[in-house]
């Protein structure tokens, strides 16, 4: 009688304690890795995938479990040819000093790391935006979520400095050699300014906007980023988000926009 009762629950080892601890620490720690690139959310996703293909194995359901393992059976190819840029990177920082502790410093006993969430001051960008909204001065402000844009920081000038009104409304004064692109704020900092986006596809846009709006709507449809684009010929403030560009009428409109977004 005991060992048919025994045989009902799946015997746990040492050796598959060890097993979940390692591939929990592995996961955390591609996790950090990729985590404020564009790859963390293709990340869990594959994770999702093969979590649910391992429950459908176990519930013995074949028609489903067979779809998911063709997904599965070619996972590795798909992961070179979609994280080709992060492991280019990885491979090339693997084995440095600055790398080593790098990881190390994101992690904690187990893999297990708490993350502190920083939220975003919008007052000095309220205020750079209503002066340079008066003035006309063209700007393109972005607004990093989880997706911090390491490819498109590095493509302007990193400056990495503290987030103030008066160094916005330096940066895109007219005479600044910074001007014409991108500033990139993340976690109350500008990392950069001149950085280069892509530009929208779209071609049902209407009023005909200029290559401010359209790089700014083009960066809003591949991440999840919030991006402020002021017209230079109007002096208007547009809004990109999630593939989508509307008008705000005024500051307080931004305000309320802005807050309930990053909220």
Not at 192 to 198: D, H, N, V, Y
């Amino acid at each position: 009688m005991i060992p048919l009762f025994s045989a009902l629950f799946i015997q746990f080892r040492l050796v598959d304690v060890i097993d979940i601890l390692l591939v929990a620490l592995l996961l955390n720690g591609l996790y950090n890795l990729l985590r404020g690139t564009v790859a963390i959310n293709i990340f869990l996703s594959i994770v999702s995938i093969f979590l649910v293909w391992k429950i459908v194995i176990a519930f013995n359901l074949e028609l489903l479990g067979e779809i998911l393992g063709a997904f599965a059976s070619v996972g590795f190819i798909v992961l070179i040819i979609i994280f080709q840029p992060e492991i280019r990177q990885f491979l090339l920082a693997l084995g440095t000093p600055k790398f080593v502790r790098k990881v190390f410093s994101k992690m904690t006993f187990l893999g297990v790391r708490l993350n502190e969430e920083i939220r975003l001051n919008v007052e000095p960008i309220l205020a750079a935006c209503e002066v340079m909204s008066a003035k006309k001065t063209g700007a393109l402000i972005v607004l990093t979520r989880q997706n911090e844009l390491f490819q498109y920081v590095k493509s302007g000038v990193e400056i990495n400095a503290e987030l103030s009104q008066v160094l916005i409304e330096n940066i895109f004064f007219k005479n600044s050699p910074l001007h014409d692109g991108a500033m990139i704020i993340t976690k109350n900092r500008i990392k950069a300014a001149g950085c280069i986006l892509p530009v929208t596809k779209k071609l049902d846009l209407p009023g005909r906007p200029g290559l401010r709006h359209r790089a700014g709507l083009g960066i809003s449809e591949k991440s999840d980023a919030i991006v402020i684009v002021i017209s230079e010929e109007r002096g208007a403030i547009s809004v990109a988000n999630s593939g989508q560009i509307r008008t705000i009428y005024n500051i307080a409109d931004l305000r309320q926009y802005l807050e309930r977004e990053l909220e």
